[in-house]
């Protein structure tokens, strides 16, 4: 489900190893099993499914001694929040069978400044591999909020800017990971490095899977659509070209650091259409998890469509997309979720009148906290 509950990442601690005789999942294999996940961005879908199958051919042909030259298919996903980026990742690390770790990039800094140093990103996920050294090198690290990364000085177009040691030193320091290189990690999560051992890691099979907003960047692709016999319908209206690499330049990357990412994936923001699939039609739908929450307690949870349409309705109005969703559940159904255990074997039924009670009561009391 995009932006909803996930019960946990994939590749916990255990043996991920693929049988030798397994055969790897193909391009359509994979798209099919995000379909089952994941609601929407068709696009972004298949060239995450073509990028993911590159990774285990290139895999699979380095364990069997091939040298030849094969870059990594790192992935850059660009989209706004709750457009399901995160989510992509870790349903990608399941259909890879491989152990994945999420990193915010906000909390690293270059080498030799205080903060974590980018390495414990592969000591996470050598950690999640269950300590195993062969899984670690060929699992998943997803870096959110790459965008806050951007070289944002007045010098950054021409390198002149002050120094940044938590921008542009983290991408320079992401390079030698990115593109693959034997690293020394600590071999736990503590810091000093001194005081602990450390293990090497070849990130050469690591697949990175970057992601960011890039909110700033999408006002300056917006062009008026031309006026003319070949404009077509909605004339006038504005479209929104592709992000180019120049523009991810210009916005504060870094050539080296874009080089590194090759697939770069564009996620649009979900229609309501696709919202309203969101919370009921996945496995892990955030509907069907109230539903079964309730039942323990014998209570009845019926969500009417008019209800759904409701919940997506406020949740577009506040631009808070998938990621949202699960939140505005939890305040329209505060009230049964608390009463449940005394309510007994009882049948509540949601609708849309009863979202905007509990909607504008629990606006209310913000605004009266607020106040207070």
């Known amino acids: 489900m995009v932006g909803g509950y996930s019960p946990g990442l994939a590749g916990a601690r255990m043996k991920l190893t693929r049988p030798e005789h397994a055969p790897l999942p193909t391009p359509r294999d994979i798209l099919e099993h995000l379909d089952r996940h994941v609601i929407g961005q068709q696009d972004a879908k298949r060239a995450i499914a073509l990028a993911a199958y590159a990774h285990m051919r290139r895999a699979e042909a380095v364990r069997r001694g091939y040298d030849g030259l094969w870059r990594k298919s790192n992935i850059l996903l660009i989209g706004p929040t709750g457009s399901g980026k995160t989510l992509l990742a870790q349903h990608l690390a399941g259909v890879l069978r491989a152990p994945i770790t999420v990193a915010d990039a906000t909390e690293y800094t270059e ?68 593109e693959g290189r034997e690293v020394q990690v600590p071999a736990g999560a503590g810091q000093p490095w001194s005081r602990q051992e450390s293990v090497v890691i070849d990130t050469t099979g690591i697949l990175f899977v970057c992601a960011g907003t890039f909110t700033d960047l999408y006002g300056d692709l917006e062009t008026r659509r031309p006026i003319g016999f070949d404009s077509g319908r909605g004339t006038g209206q504005r479209e929104r070209r592709r992000i180019e690499t120049k523009d991810l330049v210009a916005y504060g990357m870094l050539t080296e650091f874009l080089g590194r990412l090759p697939v770069v994936v564009e996620l649009r923001s979900l229609t309501a259409h696709e919202l309203e699939r969101i919370l009921v039609e996945p496995e892990d739908a955030v509907v069907k998890e109230f539903r079964s929450r309730l039942a323990l307690d014998g209570v009845d949870l019926v969500v009417r469509q008019s209800a759904v349409r409701e919940i997506v309705r406020y949740a577009l109005a506040r631009q808070v997309g998938a990621r949202g969703l699960r939140a505005i559940l939890e305040e329209v159904c505060a009230d049964v979720l608390f009463e449940a255990p005394e309510l007994g074997s009882r049948k509540v039924v949601v609708d849309a009148a009863y979202v905007r009670r509990q909607l504008k009561r629990a606006q209310t009391t913000r605004e009266v906290d607020a106040r207070a």
């Not at 899984?135 to 965008?147: A, L, P």
């Not at 390198?159 to 390079?175: F, K, M, N, S, T």
């Open 111 to 178: 080498a030799g400044y205080y903060g974590k140093d980018v390495e414990l990103m592969i000591t996470d996920l050598y950690l999640r591999a269950g300590h195993s050294v062969e899984d670690t090198q060929r699992g998943v690290v997803f870096i959110d909020e790459v965008d806050k990364l951007a070289r944002r000085s007045q010098g950054a177009q021409n390198g002149a800017g002050a120094r940044d040691i938590g921008g542009e030193g983290v991408q320079q320091a992401l390079l030698k990971l990115l």
